[in-house]
Antibody, heavy 115, light 112 residues
Framework: EVQLVESGGGLVQPGASLKLSCVASGFTFSDYWMSWVRQTPGKTMEWIGDIKYDGSYTNYAPSLKNRFTISRDNAKSTLYLQMSNVRSEDTATYYC????????WGQGVMVTVSS | DVVLTQTPSILSATIGQSVSISCRSSQSLLDSDGNTYLYWFLQRPGQSPQRLIYLVSNLGSGVPNRFSGSGSGTDFTLKISGVEAEDLGVYYCMQATHAPNTFGAGTKLELK
């Protein structure tokens, strides 16, 4: 059974840093591009970025590129999203996903940015 | 960024009714490689999104064939031929031809 399990979310203060993790199982993680997508409380979907299957290339939404970093550890079948200098508008549910060639989604992890 | 305009924003249907959702792009989604990277997703209440359609008209694995996608250039349509109760939720189109990927605002399918 394919599983993507995100963790690392929660309540964080503006300006802080946060690192989300996504552990994959049930498929060959190192074969797939992986992405992060977020959904705001108002249900707007926003693509954050992608990382190539071997980690050699990343792609970001320009508005997030300077604050968010995507990485992966194929030995651990884990995808990461490092968020820095978070703002209230980063409040959202964050999903890890591989949707280009397959349809794999995590359950989502909530991040709330508030003082 | 490419703007995807979905209409309608809310769609009321009865079980068995056929419905369509439109997704119009601010730019052609035909890529230089000949592919059109237009996807459709469904998010059921309380669930993660699910990919229904990829590359305009290709049905995802396990997706019922009452779903179909069509279109080209800037104009795309998702059709459900005979709505079932499990189809209720919010439908999103997304393009990956032009960086950054962008989503439509969503169409909520509800029971009439």
């Amino acid at each position: 059974e394919v599983q993507l399990v995100e963790s690392g979310g929660g309540l964080v203060q503006p300006g802080a840093s946060l690192k989300l993790s996504c552990v994959a199982s049930g498929f060959t993680f190192s074969d797939y591009w992986m992405s992060w997508v977020r959904q705001t409380p108002g249900k707007t979907m926003e693509w954050i970025g992608d990382i190539k299957y071997d980690g050699s290339y990343t792609n970001y939404a320009p508005s997030l590129k300077n604050r968010f970093t995507i990485s992966r550890d194929n030995a651990k079948s884990t995808l990461y999203l490092q968020m820095s200098n978070v703002r209230s508008e980063d409040t959202a549910t964050y999903y890890c996903t591989s949707f280009y060639h397959r349809d794999y989604w995590g359950q989502g992890v909530m991040v709330t940015v508030s003082s | 960024d490419v703007v995807l305009t979905q209409t309608p924003s809310i769609l009321s249907a009865t079980i068995g009714q056929s419905v369509s959702i439109s997704c119009r792009s601010s730019q052609s989604l035909l890529d230089s490689d000949g592919n059109t990277y237009l996807y459709w997703f469904l998010q059921r209440p309380g669930q993660s999104p699910q990919r229904l359609i990829y590359l305009v008209s290709n049905l995802g694995s396990g997706v019922p064939n009452r779903f179909s996608g069509s279109g080209s250039g800037t104009d795309f349509t998702l059709k459900i031929s005979g709505v079932e109760a499990e189809d209720l939720g919010v439908y999103y189109c997304m393009q990956a031809t032009h960086a950054p990927n962008t989503f439509g605002a969503g169409t909520k399918l509800e029971l009439k």
